[in-house]
């Protein structure tokens, strides 16, 4: 499968890069507008709406249309796993409906003296068998923007 991979460092401290990445407000911060995202729902493991952390079980139901252009692609993410200690912390969801075959997005931040450095591991799948599998390898093109655009939005926010 498929893996593209960006790391950034962050003159944050992990505390504050965690807090950001923890709940819905900081998806929508650093979301490219040109994503045209919108949240649909946000439901808790236990179906609390709108629950104040991205805890495990949590899912994100939400819709995209890049650069405005053809039909909104639906989405919905689950938070597979998280945790956090004194130097490390992550989360892991994956795409529990959407556009991709398969999509597992790591979002891993290590504590380094003051600073932060976030590193996001997406692992994936296009659809259409071996036609999608064939264009899977040149899929990181497609998502550099994206991940740069986000991790630059982070650094704004908290620097």
Same mark, same amino acid.
């Given at each position: 499968?498929?893996?593209?991979?960006?790391?950034?460092?962050?003159?944050?401290?992990?505390?504050?890069?965690?807090?950001?990445?923890?709940?819905?407000?900081?998806?929508?911060?650093?979301?490219?507008?040109?994503?045209?995202?919108?949240?649909?729902?946000?439901?808790?493991?236990?179906? =609390?709406?709108?629950?104040? %952390? @991205?805890?495990? !079980?949590?899912?994100?139901?939400?819709?995209?249309?890049?650069? $405005? &252009? *053809?039909?909104?692609?639906?989405?919905?993410?689950?938070?597979?796993?998280?945790?956090?200690?004194?130097?490390?912390?992550?989360?892991?969801?994956?795409?529990?409906?959407?556009?991709?075959?398969?999509?597992?997005?790591?979002?891993?931040?290590?504590?380094?003296?003051?600073?932060?450095?976030?590193? =996001?591991?997406?692992?994936? %799948? @296009?659809?259409? !068998?071996?036609?999608?599998?064939?264009?899977?390898?040149?899929? $990181? &093109? *497609?998502?550099?923007?994206?991940?740069?655009?986000?991790?630059?939005?982070?650094?704004?926010?908290?620097?």
């Amino acid at each position: 499968m498929p893996v593209y991979q960006r790391r950034t460092r962050v003159a944050a401290p992990l505390e504050r890069v965690w807090e950001f990445h923890s709940d819905i407000s900081g998806l929508e911060a650093l979301t490219p507008e040109w994503m045209n995202l919108e949240i649909v729902a946000v439901r808790g493991p236990d179906t =609390d709406e709108a629950p104040e %952390e @991205l805890v495990a !079980g949590t899912e994100i139901e939400m819709s995209m249309q890049p650069f $405005g &252009v *053809g039909p909104r692609q639906q989405w919905v993410s689950r938070i597979l796993g998280r945790n956090k200690d004194e130097r490390t912390a992550w989360f892991r969801d994956d795409m529990a409906g959407g556009p991709f075959r398969e999509w597992v997005h790591t979002h891993r931040f290590v504590a380094d003296g003051d600073e932060t450095i976030i590193d =996001d591991r997406v692992e994936y %799948e @296009l659809p259409f !068998g071996p036609l999608g599998q064939l264009a899977g390898v040149f899929g $990181g &093109v *497609g998502f550099e923007p994206m991940f740069r655009e986000r991790h630059r939005r982070t650094k704004a926010a908290l620097e």
